[in-house]
């Protein structure tokens, strides 16, 4: 193999912390490809309240992925991503559940079986203290 075929495959694999190589980041990072498109759709009243708050959670998640990726105290971090998910869930239940609906039911159960997905992935990044 010459200089120019080990550059080259050098670019492809990620250094093993980096957090592209994160199963939960990349599931998560979908996640937020998918539903914010849905968030903005949400009526002008809710940009400063609910729209707000879901946004601000994803961000914090994605956020949290990375710092706890990142750290020496992976458990304590995995924990605060499971309450950041939570609190992501209660707020996609609200809007759901509103009088107006801002979600369909279709919307709402796919992000919920992502979110389940999710959940599943980062349960085992607790199980294994990892």
Known sequence: ?????????????????NVENLL???????????FEPIVEKFPHS???????????CLHRV???IIVTN????????????DTEFEILRVYI???FKKGSKYLSFHSYEVAEKKLIELG??????IKKGC
């Open 1 to 17: 193999m010459d200089y120019k075929e080990s550059s080259t495959a050098s670019k492809n694999k990620l250094p093993p912390g």
């Open 70 to 81: 990142r750290s020496s105290r992976k458990l304590d971090g995995w924990y605060k991503v």
């Open 46 to 56: 809710e940009n400063f309240a609910l729209k707000a708050d879901i946004k601000r």
């Open 93 to 95: 239940r609200l809007s």
């Open 24 to 34: 939960l980041f990349k599931k998560f990072e979908e996640f937020v490809y998918y």
């Open 62 to 64: 994605l956020e949290l």
């Open 120 to 125: 599943r992935i980062l349960g085992g990044l």
